[in-house]
């Protein structure tokens, strides 16, 4: 309902604070002197873990219904470029920098395994393309796409090892649905906690 009515992160987190109370999980702010600067700050640790999780939940939520409006328009518009909004930046995973610019047709298999977002901090997008758009922006598709790189991931959790693609990361894997964004969210909150975002103020 949150996505639907537009409501912000902070929002959320107002309305949901009486039900974290009453769990026991809520921290209040807090200042603390920073033992480097000497500076103190003020700390919000609830902010601080649960805007990030909504973020990603509201990425994969708005990238699964880009996901219909584009297949919606595929036969007029059949090619989709890869979109990475830092391709040299700092923030950006490397492998979505390189991807960046890429263009393969709609039905292209890659797309499968790596239709934004892809991971937590991914902020990459998707342009649809028709074929008259190649033409006036003087855009190539690309031949073929990229061979995908394996790499080994551990779960910290319960030191599961699983082979993904590089870039993608777990809970992220396949093309994003209302579904993905639930569980996303479900795994996100039971795998942390606020205390988690305490550093050296604790």
């Known amino acids: 309902r949150a996505v639907r009515d537009g409501r912000a992160g902070e929002d959320v987190l107002r309305a949901i604070s009486p039900s974290l109370r009453a769990q026991g999980l ?31 939940y509201l990425r994969v939520r708005m990238s699964a219904l880009h996901l219909e409006q584009m297949r919606a328009v ?15 930046g700092e923030g950006c995973e490397p492998s979505h920098g390189r991807w960046n610019g890429l263009i393969l047709r709609h039905d292209d298999e890659w797309w499968k395994v790596h239709f934004p977002p892809n991971c937590a901090e991914c ?5 649809s393309l028709s074929d008259d758009d190649l033409k006036f922006e003087r855009l190539v598709a690309s031949g073929r796409a990229p061979k995908a790189e394996m790499v080994r991931w551990r ?13 993608v990361a777990p809970g992220f894997l396949g093309m994003p649905s209302v579904a993905m964004a639930d569980r996303l969210l479900q795994t996100m909150i039971d795998r942390s906690s606020p205390s988690a975002s305490l550093s050296w103020a604790d």
């Open 155 to 167: 779960s910290p959790f319960n030191d599961r090892v699983v082979e993904l693609p590089a870039g």
């Open 26 to 56: 809520w921290l209040d702010d807090y200042f603390a002197v920073n033992p480097k600067t000497r500076r103190r700050n003020k700390f919000r640790p609830m902010q601080d873990w649960f805007l990030p999780i909504y973020s990603s």
């Open 123 to 127: 902020c990459c997008e998707l342009n």
């Open 74 to 88: 595929s036969h007029s518009r059949p090619w989709w470029e890869y979109v990475c909004p830092a391709p040299s």
